[in-house]
T-cell receptor, first 115, second 112 residues
Framework: NAGVMQNPRHLVRRRGQEARLRCSPM?????VYWYRQLPEEGLKFMVY????????ESGMPKERFSAEFPKEGPSILRIQQVVRGDSAAYFC?????????????FGPGTRLTVT | GDSVTQMEGPVTLSEEAFLTINCTYT??????LFWYVQYPGEGLQLLLK?????DKGSNKGFEATYRKETTSFHLEKGSVQVSDSAVYFC???????????FGTGTKLQVIP
């Protein structure tokens, strides 16, 4: 059973460009979470999605950031008009269902560098 | 809101030394508690978890006990190895679904 897949692993964008980060959850998992890790910091929750639904986006910046998890295909985190402060590692996690006792399985992350 | 506080690093230990990384939390209700480990350049891996008071999570020689009275979940290992060098994150989830709140991480370096 393959783990959580993220691509690309490394992404370099110039200021003002768009960044698209992809996450394929583990087989059978219908819940996806995105986190951001700034250098030397812990992970910060961004958004929680189920298929075709955003459940909680309280950690998402109000502008330039969006996320989706379509019926078919991977979850996408999209950052428009990137700025240097967006440089970070973005981690996706998945779980088979909600509920506090189910641990999340993390992908290897996408390291975004904005030049 | 929920929060996790863990001891600042880096922590440097000699091989076979005893490890304690302190973690305390603030949460509404009865959270589940986790320790995750992150090796350089990799994502997070679940190390252990506890879902109710007095539960002890254990894995690979690491242990942590869910202490509701002190709101703590300290990580311990009796004899660390060089391969344990990593960043350790204490975390919790609560509120009916699994939005996880992480501490800032503690970097552990074990020297031979």
């Amino acid at each position: 059973n393959a783990g959580v897949m993220q691509n690309p692993r490394h992404l370099v964008r110039r200021r003002g460009q768009e960044a698209r980060l992809r996450c394929s959850p583990m087989k059978g998992h219908s819940h996806v979470y995105w986190y951001r890790q700034l250098p030397e910091e812990g992970l910060k929750f961004m958004v929680y999605l189920q298929k075709e639904n955003i459940i909680d986006e309280s950690g998402m910046p109000k502008e330039r950031f969006s996320a989706e998890f379509p019926k078919e295909g991977p979850s996408i985190l999209r950052i428009q008009q990137v700025v240097r402060g967006d440089s970070a590692a973005y981690f996706c996690a998945s779980s088979p269902t909600g509920g506090t006792s189910y641990e999340q399985y993390f992908g290897p992350g996408t390291r975004l560098t904005v030049t | 809101g929920d929060s996790v506080t863990q001891m600042e690093g880096p922590v440097t230990l000699s091989e076979e030394a005893f490890l304690t990384i302190n973690c305390t939390y603030t949460a509404t209700g009865y959270p589940s508690l986790f320790w995750y480990v992150q090796y350089p350049g990799e994502g997070l891996q679940l190390l252990l978890k506890a879902t109710k008071a007095d539960d002890k999570g254990s894995n690979k020689g690491f242990e942590a006990t869910y202490r509701k009275e002190t709101t703590s979940f300290h990580l311990e290992k009796g004899s660390v190895q060089v391969s344990d060098s990593a960043v350790y994150f204490c975390a919790l989830s609560s509120g009916g679904y699994q939005k996880v709140t992480f501490g800032t991480g503690t970097k552990l370096q074990v020297i031979p």
